[in-house]
């Protein structure tokens, strides 16, 4: 049964899609460091959460590493500078965002010297308990790697409050173009190792296995030597399928197990990183070292020397993209800049935003790579249903949008879709789906907002009714008194009730 | 330097894998092709001329609907040229011109602009056209040819096709025949079993090479197939339509003949006559008119070989091909509506799968 059971539910990862992958020569090429920019921008908001609050003022200096930005609340991450030197603003900037609005960040004018700021190590993390390693990432600011931008500490520090028992590493990559994580896993295969194996202690989770698309056999070889030694380490190649990186689907691929839906891999007893933050991770318990660089891939076709770079925090995307030699004129001009990969990743109007976090690929692709035509109707071929991952029907769902009938369109499974682009990929009429779903998303949350605010409004108006009302009356009450007694002394006035907000809302 | 102009970016993803629908309706012209020439030759020349006159009319109408309502013109799917190219397969070889003409207006404008073109439409086009003929005119409909193969002596020049297709004039008997379903019909219909009716006509050789009387394009099974393989190939069709419409078909006429051959066609001749292969693979096919998933495919695929048997046994007509086809498209949504794929997560129900109960299978 159980076998049975499993297999099956792991066969129904067969959907999904196969992009052309774009990986190679970027992947092949050697790694390269980038020499230190003069000015760098440190954007204050580079995770899911709550965007930290600036630790220093203008005119400061500051040493390589030292916290420049402090979490806040439950939900944060710290910032720390990526060189020494002197902070010259602090305020808005270009975001590296699709819509190039401004967002606070941190100026640094390098001096050059790249000091470091003390330390602390610390000599067997093994010996510290899981709060102690989860304080340790939180202070280096570690933050998932893979994309999401989610404070590392929260997932680990949790991990022995949700009985974890296995530690899945994402080192599916299976974005096309990207091979940042496959070069990490090539290049610094021991330190991810190392910092999987302090993960494995801090959520005392029973093994680990490392998931790495079938595509990649020299990340596999390398990260196969490394875990020689660990028998709780297990590297596990899947089949290259996207959206493998995704984290229910290498869920489900490496464990049989299906994360319920509002749920997380926690609920089943598991919990994912990105292999790349497992070598943050190690940096920051062993060497007390925050996170100030990542490794970034360059690539397209209109990029002259396509590669893996690893950038510091807050470094310009245009600045990246030029030490690779810039853009080839013979390719006519780049039909789109993106951050990030293809399928998941954002185009942004303009590259002279800084490398943040999250960031794992600046791309500058041209029109035959983008491959993306005038829209035509939907012939209902069901393209887009056999590619869904998540077993929705994109076109009903699609059409439902159209329609203006949010409500049908969440039953087909509006909320369930992870906006992988599978079904935009595929789909022979070039309907924007993904486009379609995001629409949909933003307004389902705008109306939930409104029915919040509408229904506070309601409350109060009901509120000052009732002390209107109350208040004619006593009024009229005391009038009565008075005319029934006229001698007596007059009353005091009455108090008028002060009609509180409901809780939770600050209307 | 590296800055783009536009003003709202579109989402991801920010790749294609290059399908089209063009693309997608030129495989399947192709994969009609060899099915196509073999109709041609085995014909001869009003053949061609029917053909020509089926898919012009089609692409004709398709572009006047979309002028008269101000759109833009569709022509470079391909759409239309295949809606003609499926119906003109599916005439009488020799039929004439009129019908050829009426039949791709009717398959355009009524069955396809009526409901809002490329897409919208409930029913597949070009059955809508069939069977809007052969209700209208039944005789004509049905009167086939014997195969007369272009090269061969007596067969119809250019000029002498275009005096038959045009102006129809009454076949000499020597060259009107009836189809193995007509004939098998016929012979039942005057209580003569078909264990004397048919001797050697269901030959299975005689279907395979598909030299016998019937629709433009329906006889050469093995052409059709190689062009439903070149499909399945090509990955614009999947197998489960075809697979059903032919399992729905061969299963309950094995039966019946098992039971009682006098009465019942074998297998063997269900799936080589008529519009079987051609409609397992093309017609049926269709994404419009077809359920969205694969086990709703399946479903809806059985239904049309279950009912063309149905009606090709008992029903008053020959062939059941286009109006099982037409009944199933009728039940595609309520299919669609039953046969939803289960949502990752969640239950078939739709609620979220229970987390607990998986920890202990690991």
Redesign the interface.
Known sequence: M?FI??FLRTR?FSRG?H??DHKRPAADAPLRKMPLPERLYVPLLQHVGAPARPAVAVGDTVSKGQRIGEPQGAISAAIHAPTSGRIVAIGDIVAPH?SGLPVAAITIESDGRDEWTPLTPCADPFALDAAEIGRRVSAAGVVGLGGAAFPSAVKLSGGRDANV??LIINGGECE?FLSCDDRLMRDRAADAIDGIAIMLHATGAREARIGIEDNKPEAIAAMRAAAAGHAKIRVEPVPTRYPMGSE?HLV?AL?????????RPA???VVVHNVATAAAVRDAVRFGRPLLSRLVTVNGVCVREPGNVEVLIGTL??AV?EFCG??RADRGA?A???LGG???????????VPVIKGSGGI???DRD?????TP????????C??A??????P??IARRVRAGDLDAAVKF?LK?CI?C?CC???????I?L??YF?HAKGELAARDRHKLRSEATKTLAQARAERLEREAREKAETAARRKAAPDAQPAPAPRPAVATPPAGESA | MSTLPHASPPASPHAHGGASIARTMRHVQVALLPATLFGFWLFGWPAVHLFVITVGTCVLTELVCQRLMGLDSSFGDGSAVLTGWLLALSLPPWAPAWIGALGGFIAIAIGKQLFGGLGQNLFNPAMVARVALLVSFPVVMTQWVAPLPMTADGAPGFGEGLWITLASPPLPDAIASASLLGHAKTELSRGVDLLHALGAATDPLLSWAGARAGSLGETGAIFLLAGGLYLLATGVIRWHIPLAVLAGLAIPAAIGHALDPAHYLPASAHLLSGAAILGAFFIATDYVTSPNTAFGQLVFGFGIGLLTWIIRSWGGYPEGMAFAVLLLNALTPVIDRYCRPRILGRTYRGAPIDAAAQRGVK
Do not use: F, W
């Open positions: 159980g059971d499993r129904k899609i992009p052309e699709p028992d296995v096309p229910k489900l464990t049989g197990l299906e994360v319920p839906a509002n749920g609920d089943v007893g995307a245009d993209l810039g853009v780049p789109r800049l993106l293809p399928m998941t990743g954002m185009q942004v109007p303009t590259l002279h791309l500058v692709l790579e983008v491959g993306v035509r035509g109707p939907c012939i209902r071929c069901s393209t249903v056999r869904c991952p998540v077993g929705l029907l076109l009903e499974g369930d906006a682009g935009a990929y595929d789909c022979p009429s070039h924007p993904v486009q995001h």
